[in-house]
């Protein structure tokens, strides 16, 4: 995927005519859209549930790494990622769970999406393992001090809480993982290879470059986490 989005550039098609043909095969109905996929089966339609089974949770309190997904009130979409060391999501009883929110840049961009737009999807992943649970709900944001310290990492209670009340909950299948082999170490890339968030960042600012002989990725913020 990488080559061919760098090769676009230098592709004969101007990308200007690229794109316009890419949007003029735009799919926009849903019976256009199962016409090209088809229906699922009965059994994936259904596989859904409104509440945590016993080993959803099982898998929950293995999963120490999540994917946020909120959206504005104009529909506006963000994704953000979440761990911990270890997994300290709270499961308040089977429609509920709370996950905790730890000192970052400030934006808080989930947080003042939330508070605009409740609606949430989660992606619990846990490394090695090739199914991921999806959880999507309706989000509030808590400061309630003893939850917030059952949560603590270090000693250090969470800042804020996400509170979650579920309106679906499924495992999704291992495809995507193994074509992406995201798990197997020999299909990882050369860390020196992949650009450091202090180049990109300076590129985006139009900065020049930042200087990295003495080692890419030694941000500070790695030894201040919580």
């Known amino acids: 995927m990488f080559g061919v989005t760098t090769n676009l550039r230098d592709n004969a098609v101007a ?3 690229i794109r316009a043909r890419v949007l003029a095969n735009r799919v926009d109905s849903i019976e256009e859209l199962r016409a090209i ?3 699922p089966t009965e059994a994936v339609r259904t596989k859904h549930t409104a509440w ?4 959803i949770r099982e898998y929950l309190r293995a999963s120490a790494f999540f994917l946020l997904g909120t959206s504005d009130a104009d529909g506006n ?3 953000t990622p979440r761990g911990d ?5 709270r499961i308040l009883d089977d429609r509920t769970l709370v996950i905790p929110d730890r000192p970052g840049n400030r934006r808080v961009d989930s947080f003042r999406n939330i508070l605009a737009n409740p609606h949430v999807g989660l992606l619990f992943l846990i490394p090695g ?3 991921a649970l999806r959880i999507n709900g309706r989000a509030t944001i808590t400061r309630d001090p003893e939850i917030l310290a059952e949560m603590s990492i270090q000693g250090r209670p969470a800042v804020l809480g996400i509170v979650v009340e579920i309106d679906l909950a499924f495992v999704h299948c291992a495809r995507a993982m193994l074509r992406a082999r995201l798990w197997d170490p020999k299909t990882w890339p050369d860390d020196d290879a992949i650009p450091t968030l202090a180049a990109m960042w300076n590129e985006q600012k139009d900065l020049p470059a930042p200087d990295e002989s003495a080692g890419k ?4 913020y790695r030894a201040e986490l919580y």
Do not use: F, N, Q, Y
């Open 85 to 89: 060391s270890t997994s300290v999501i």
């Open 217 to 220: 990725r030694r941000e500070g």
């Open 37 to 39: 996929v088809g229906d």
């Open 15 to 17: 990308p200007d005519a």
């Open 77 to 79: 979409c963000d994704v």
């Open 129 to 131: 393992i090739e199914e």
């Open 52 to 55: 945590l089974t016993p080993l």
